[in-house]
């Protein structure tokens, strides 16, 4: 057993070590995405956060991400440094494979169907605060009554 261990420590080194950084999507939801993405945001992940790049997220720290409900959203990540990190939703059960190289890049698509929180998996790194929020927008017309 571990020989295993050491064997199959040594090929995740090696995958890490070439940037492997393919997208995975392990959305197991009724609705699946299909077709080009109706929001797509990128982020740049670094240990103190994600932080928005392009558009009104440009530089936010964890920006909040919105959609309309039903939209098919795109999250990519490029890393900011050599350091592990990845990102995931738990509501939306959607999580990327990680990346290790400076500049690698790996990301999400899912579609929107209720407020989640977009975060790392790797232990310390929501603490370190590489979470954000991920809201519906809210289209309902606001109806202002005039009291008599």
């Known amino acids: 057993m571990t020989r295993f261990r050491l064997i199959f420590g040594a090929l995740v080194a090696t995958a890490m070590a070439a940037g492997v950084a393919c997208t995975r999507n392990q959305n197991d939801a009724a609705v699946e995405p299909t077709g080009p993405s109706d929001r797509e945001f990128t ?3 670094v240990m103190t956060g994600y932080y928005g790049r392009g558009g009104e997220i440009d530089g936010t720290r964890n920006p909040v991400l919105r959609a309309r409900e039903g939209e098919t959203v795109s999250i990519t990540i490029v890393n900011g440094e050599r350091m592990v990190h990845d990102i995931a939703l738990r509501r939306h059960r959607v999580r990327s494979d990680t990346i290790v190289e400076s500049g690698a890049v790996t ?3 899912f579609v929107a169907e209720t407020d989640d929180r977009y ?3 790797i232990p310390g790194h ?3 605060g590489m979470a954000g929020e991920f809201k519906l927008i809210d289209d309902t017309p606001v109806v202002a009554h005039n009291e008599l």
Request: hydrophobic letters at 50%; proline letters at 0%; charged letters at 10%.
């Open 107 to 109: 990301g999400i698509t």
């Open 126 to 128: 929501v603490e370190a």
């Open 119 to 121: 975060y790392c998996t």
């Open 43 to 45: 982020l740049v992940a």
